[in-house]
């Protein structure tokens, strides 16, 4: 599919030229939300030649992890990165992972926001919340991305589906924690909305007590560095 006008908060998290199901509330609460330790470290994919990384390290704040995601290339040489909060959420045996961007496009403190060309438009930029399906493995993580293409056509076949509303012919999720809860099970295991499927290799662990970002060991091949602090951002 083409890349669309996206939402502000969702622009790094653009991955193979689709774009994920926006939501206005997170699909975790309390009683769901769970931390797995198999989590931390590093996973990376290769897609023809784009290396794509996924960099999960704890944080202060219980059962929420790190995440930056990156992508590199040999058209793109610097590195695209996005950073964000992801918690694990466990539904009748499903895994599950809600993401949140932790900063806007402009960064995270006032002199940044000073110097971007427009900065009273980051007032009017809307932070959502995306979520994909998790199998976490000892060597590999396996993702389902959304798609909100096939949103768009499980909400003509059943516009009740899931409370939502359309903005700039996009759907964006309006339902409550506990609808969407209700919502993502009853596609878990079908391709109606989790449908992109991607396998990351783990390149690296790390151990949960260590909150410092961790080194990302990268393929070396097509010249791409081995190490992710020698990608240039």
């Known amino acids: 599919m083409k890349i669309k006008k996206l939402l502000p908060f969702t622009l790094a998290f653009v991955i193979a030229g689709c774009v994920p199901v926006w939501s206005l509330h997170p699909l975790y609460d309390d009683k769901h939300i769970v931390f797995d330790e198999k989590l931390l ?5 290769n897609k023809e030649d784009t290396i794509l990384t996924w960099e999960f390290t704890p944080t202060a704040e219980p059962n929420t992890y790190r995440l930056i995601y990156s992508s590199l290339s040999k058209e793109e040489p610097n590195a695209v ?8 959420v466990k539904l009748d045996g499903h895994f599950f992972m809600d993401i949140y961007p932790k900063e806007g496009p402009w960064g995270n403190g006032q002199d940044e926001l000073n110097k971007t060309k427009w900065p009273i438009n980051a007032f009017f930029m809307l932070p959502v919340h995306t979520f994909i399906k998790v199998e976490i493995l000892e060597s590999e993580l396996k993702i389902r991305l959304t798609d909100d293409d096939n949103l768009k056509k499980l909400l003509k076949a059943d516009p009740n589906a899931v409370k939502h509303e359309v903005v700039n012919d996009n ?3 309006t339902a ?5 809860q209700s919502f993502v099970l009853k596609f ?3 391709n109606q909305l989790f449908s992109d499927e991607h396998t990351l290799i783990r390149k690296t ?3 949960a007590g260590d909150v410092n970002e961790p080194k990302t060991a990268i393929p070396d091949s097509n010249n791409v560095p081995r190490d992710s602090n020698e990608i240039p951002v």
């Open 41 to 45: 470290g590093t996973f990376t994919e």
């Open 81 to 88: 990165k996005g950073l964000f909060e992801a918690r694990l």
């Open 171 to 173: 759907p964006v999720l």
């Open 176 to 180: 409550s924690t506990q609808q969407l």
């Open 188 to 190: 878990a295991d079908s």
């Open 205 to 207: 662990s790390k151990p």
